[in-house]
């Protein structure tokens, strides 16, 4: 029992919590913006996966992990692009744009991989790299837990600051807000919401494919496999619901998602690994019943005040 403790409670487990929130995080924030804008996505899955081979693909192509996340970040505005066209500008079922668009991502995604590569994935292609930190080599615990990890998890802090700062505390994130709550409000002031809401789209787009870029190009280091996105998606949307769409509060909730995956890939050496898998997602359930019980709870008191 004291090897369990001792093992969950290392370094090593606070070090993969990081690791595995960064994607969902990142995935997130996306998903905070168009759901500020009034846009159910359930994509998000597909857009990581579409981040993670395109840039494993530009990588591969112009041997520069750097090239590759720049394609992550054109595919990205593409991908947002097809996501607002159908939502905003056709006015289509937001579930079923999101879940066609999952199903197109990871048939497109297998069949250019098998086309390209010749197989189901490849790897060993050029990646990002580590960040050494050599002032962290002297602090114990904190040390091994920060130091030597991907970009993207450095860059992820940067990007739920600069997220809360605009969604809160710029004009356009009010307007943002606004396109979701009081659309009519919104046009009356002479913007047009549904511009917002494009720009909702692109910028979830662009996030999700940089969280689909850190699993292929700096949490595997130039690896691409069939649907590796893992529903990864639906985790960040839950993220999203569970934080009502606060960036810092998305975070938190990545990293406790993170944390829980972490803890199941440690107790696969005391535990069967078809057990440990399903940790995080049966947290993420447990989430969503959270979210669901606690909004029945909200109309019930609003119910009476009225009443009253």
């Not at 960064?22 to 924030?29: D, E, G, W, Y």
């Not at 994935?121 to 050029?126: D, R």
């Not at 494009?198 to 649907?227: K, P, R, V």
């Not at 959270?290 to 909004?295: K, N, S």
Request: charged share 10%; aromatic share 12%.
């Amino acid at each position: 029992m004291d090897d369990i403790f001792s093992s969950i409670l290392s370094p090593g487990t606070f070090n993969q919590m990081l690791r595995s929130a960064t994607p969902v995080a990142l995935a997130a924030l996306g998903g905070a913006m168009t759901e500020h804008a009034g846009i159910m996505n359930i994509g998000m899955d597909g857009m990581i996966l579409m981040g993670a081979f395109f840039g494993v693909w530009g990588s591969y192509m112009f041997q520069s992990a750097g090239m590759g996340i720049l394609m992550v970040l054109a595919m990205g505005v593409l991908v947002g692009l097809f996501f607002a066209l159908f939502t905003v500008q056709f006015r289509s079922d937001e579930f079923i744009i999101g879940t066609a668009l999952n199903t197109f991502a990871l048939g497109l995604t297998s069949f250019l991989s098998r086309s390209i590569f010749g197989t189901a994935g490849t790897k060993g292609n050029p990646a990002l790299p580590t960040i050494h930190i050599p002032l962290l080599d002297r602090v114990p615990f904190l040390g091994a837990v920060f130091n030597d990890n991907s970009l993207f998890i450095y860059l992820t802090w940067l990007l739920v600051l600069a997220a809360w700062i605009f969604v809160y505390r710029t004009p356009y994130g009010f307007w943002l807000r606004a396109a979701g709550e009081k659309p009519e409000t919104l046009r009356t002031a002479g913007i047009q919401p549904e511009k917002m809401k494009w720009l909702a789209s692109i910028l979830c787009g662009i996030l999700c494919g940089l969280a689909g870029a850190h699993l292929s190009l700096g949490q595997l280091q130039g690896t691409f496999a069939e649907n590796m996105a893992n529903s990864r998606g639906y985790i960040a949307f839950a993220c999203v619901i569970f934080s009502a769409a606060n960036p810092g509060k998305a975070y938190l909730a990545a990293l406790m998602f993170g944390f829980f995956d972490a803890i199941g890939l440690r107790l696969q050496d005391y535990i069967s690994s078809d057990l440990t898998n399903i940790i995080p997602y049966a947290i993420t359930v447990i989430m969503m019943v959270y979210v669901v019980v606690r909004g029945q709870q909200k109309k019930r008191q609003g119910h009476r005040t009225k009443a009253i």
